[in-house]
T-cell receptor
Framework: DGGITQSPKYLFRKEGQNVTLSCEQN?????MYWYRQDPGQGLRLIYY???????QKGDIAEGYSVSREKKESFPLTVTSAQKNPTAFYLC??????????????FGQGTRLTVV | QQPVQSPQAVILREGEDAVINCSSS?????VHWYRQKHGEAPVFLMI?????EQKGHEKISASFNEKKQQSSLYLTASQLSYSGTYFC?????????????FGRGTQLTVWP
């Protein structure tokens, strides 16, 4: 079955540590996205990528980094520079990042908690 | 550029109807609607394109007023399974195509 997979589902991080969240899709989608979700805030875009080896900052990119070395993979690193990283992180993909009317498919999310 | 959703929350009895609104300050290419159950991934419901198209999913339909940059989601004869948080995602003209701005969500609760 085609889909988008995030791992791990739950992640605990000590203050000062970097952690990497995995996102893999087998939908052959060009565009991939990382969102952060906090209670009452909706989904806020961290980074997005429309093509391999290229990505752009979203609205809240500070303290995060990404890479897009393969079409199917878009890992997100939460660095120690992110002051409030505890949140629910969602990865998404869509068929054509440069075209309209393409639905986004979401992964099941990773809940990150700083301890 | 975040769209504004209203109301923030709705409580219904099974079989009742509801309307959720989404308003943007920007001219839009399209509006997307998603539903999210607690702790799960958002699930796509429909896309509304410029031209005022109305689309449907189950007993859920939506409209898009391009001139007013507004979209409304209509839930008819609600079922228990409709409970969740509904998000609209807007695709502004002039921004990167495919990049969505999501509203804060409307929490819908349906009671038996």
């Amino acid at each position: 079955d085609g889909g988008i997979t995030q791992s791990p589902k739950y992640l605990f991080r000590k203050e000062g540590q970097n952690v990497t969240l995995s996102c893999e899709q087998n939908l052959n989608h060009d565009a991939m996205y990382w969102y952060r979700q906090d209670p009452g805030q909706g989904l806020r875009l961290i980074y997005y990528s429309q093509i391999v080896n290229d990505f752009q900052k979203g609205d809240i990119a500070e303290g995060y980094s990404v890479s897009r070395e393969k079409k199917e993979s878009f890992p997100l690193t939460v660095t120690s520079a992110q002051k409030n990283p505890t949140a629910f992180y969602l990865c998404a993909s869509s068929a054509q990042g440069g075209a309209m009317n393409t639905e986004a498919f979401f992964g099941q999310g990773t809940r990150l908690t700083v301890v | 550029q975040q769209p504004v959703q209203s109301p923030q929350a709705v409580i219904l009895r099974e079989g009742e109807d509801a309307v959720i609104n989404c308003s943007s300050s920007k001219a839009l290419y399209s509006v997307h609607w998603y539903r999210q159950k607690h702790g799960e991934a958002p699930v796509f419901l429909m896309i509304l394109l410029k031209g005022g198209e109305q689309k449907g999913h189950e007993k859920i339909s939506a409209s898009f007023n391009e001139k007013k940059q507004q979209s409304s989601l209509y839930l008819t004869a609600s079922q228990l399974s409709y409970s969740g948080t509904y998000f609209c995602g807007t695709e502004p003209r002039g921004s990167t195509l495919g990049r969505l701005y999501f509203g804060r969500g409307t929490q819908l609760t349906v009671w038996p």
